[in-house]
């Protein structure tokens, strides 16, 4: 199947600093999203991005699909921001998922 | 609008006891429907999906299964639970190949 490395493994960020968090695959897809998951355990889906760039908010996402790769930026970061960041990419209707950044944002 | 339903919250069960979890969609029609399973600190493994009523592909061999009697209901079941089933079980629904949305997910405890 299809392998997805998800980088850096933790983060921790003072309130209104900005990040990168990177996806890798391991092979041509043509479905990729982003998703945060809160304490709670609720997955929330934040962009669906098998190429190209989009923004909503401080939050934007670029995925060079030639490349295998995909970027997910926080900006001004906010304490509810933190939480696990998923990436997952498929073909064929499936999604597999990477094993996520865990996000921590201090006030 | 569209909305994902998934019950119960929380369950705790013995081991050898059956399972079964249920996830209803309304709002859309033939959605591709997904059950993941979280184990504590990790990602998702996809165990299930359907594409159609009836119609289940299974992911990873084990002792549960799936169901779709209906086309926005979808039935997570097992006959005897283990403890290594305990986790994180999120539902899922997708029109074609575009964005998920979860459910609230169950967190099963076998003890």
């Known amino acids: 199947g299809i392998q997805v490395e998800q980088s850096p493994p933790d983060l921790i960020l003072q309130e209104g600093a900005n990040s990168t968090l990177r996806c890798n695959f391991s092979?041509?897809?043509?479905?990729l999203q982003w998703f945060h998951q809160n304490p709670w355990g609720q997955l929330i889906n934040l962009f669906y991005?098998?190429?190209g760039t989009k923004q909503n908010g401080r939050l934007s996402a670029t995925t060079v699909a030639t490349e295998r790769y995909s970027l997910l930026y926080i900006s001004s970061s906010q304490t509810t921001d933190s939480g696990v960041y998923f990436c997952?990419?498929?073909?064929?209707?499936?999604?597999?998922f990477g094993a996520g950044t865990t996000v921590t944002v201090r006030a | 609008s569209q909305t994902i339903h998934q019950w119960p919250a929380t369950l705790v069960q013995p081991v050898g006891s059956p399972l079964s979890l249920e996830c209803t969609v309304e709002?859309?029609?033939?959605?591709?429907l997904y059950w993941y399973r979280q184990a504590a600190g990790r990602g998702l493994q996809l165990l299930f999906y359907?594409?159609?009523?009836?119609?289940i592909s299974s992911e990873v061999p084990q002792n549960l299964s799936a169901s779709r009697p209906q086309d926005r209901q979808f039935i997570l079941s097992s006959k005897k639970l283990l403890l290594s089933d305990s986790g994180f079980y999120l539902c899922?629904?997708?029109?074609?190949?575009?964005?998920?949305?979860f459910g609230s997910g169950t967190r099963l405890t076998v003890v």
């Open positions: 899922a629904w997708a029109q074609g190949n575009y964005g998920y949305t």
């Open positions: 092979d041509s897809v043509n479905n």
């Open positions: 991005i098998p190429s």
């Open positions: 997952a990419v498929g073909t064929d209707y499936k999604l597999s």
């Open positions: 709002g859309t029609s033939n959605p591709n």
């Open positions: 359907s594409v159609g009523i009836g119609q």
